[in-house]
């Protein structure tokens, strides 16, 4: 790998995977190595909530994408979210990123973590990881060497070229690929991945992070059946151990996946329920559905 890479993809890494700033500890504290398995500090969820909106606003040029948006996720929690194009789905996991910045509100990660005080690249060390809808791997690289890049953190190009797995981080690897469906390629270049395997990836190189909480925009969107049957095995194998968002128009994948979905349009919840109860309402059969 060319130091021009690296250097790349740490700055990649930044911005999509929760990382620990160079050298610090969860404590606060300093410590010489690098590339370990990060656990993120602890999150406060004793209030039962992992991830708590509350009117929520957000104008464009004076067009409200997000308007009186309130919501919460429950630590574990599988939470799906649909809605008509332009509802605000995109644009709220980019108020929890901190990509955007709401105009009024309250976000907050477990009950003490205001995620309106941090910027984008601290929300990720803080245990949010991130899926973008197109997949975004390095296509040159190998499974594994994808996988390992998404360990390595921001440490400069002469210290991630010494980079070398110890043996938790190794077990913490072979462990994702499993997870992920993509023990049997763990050698082939993630250019010849179908697109499918592409996304699983990317999920797994969330995962060597071990993010608290997931966002996913619409993570099927473009795989075969097949594809997103083992997406939806995958979902249900994360919940429990991580929170997740997760946005989606494939009504058979979220049937598969869903305990409550919350159902988004015009920038705020319009519904909410089991998959059953939110179709069965007329106002989203009306807004969404019975297009
Ligand atoms: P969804 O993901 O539910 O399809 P989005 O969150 O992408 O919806 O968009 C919600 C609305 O906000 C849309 O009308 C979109 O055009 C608008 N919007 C989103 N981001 C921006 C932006 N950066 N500037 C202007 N308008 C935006
Ligand atoms: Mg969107």
Redesign the pocket.
Known sequence: MTPDLMEQGAQRLQKIAPVLPQGQTESGGREAGFGRVHTPGEVDITHGRILYLEDVN?S??G?K??NNLSLDIAPGELRCII????????????IITGK?RPDSGTVFFGSTINLLDHREADIAQLGIGRKFQKPTVFEHLTVFENLELALKTNKGVAASMLFRLDSTQSDRLAEVLHTIHLAGSVTRQAGLLSHGQKQWLEIGMLLMQDPKLLLL?EPVAGMTDDETARTAELFLTLKGKHSLMV?EHDMGFIRTISDIVTV?CD?SVLAQGTLDQVQADERVIEVYLGR
């Open positions: 957000v464009f040029d067009f994408a997000i809605g008509p194009n332009g509802a605000g789905k995109t644009t709220m996991m980019d955007t925009d946005v988004l920038g």
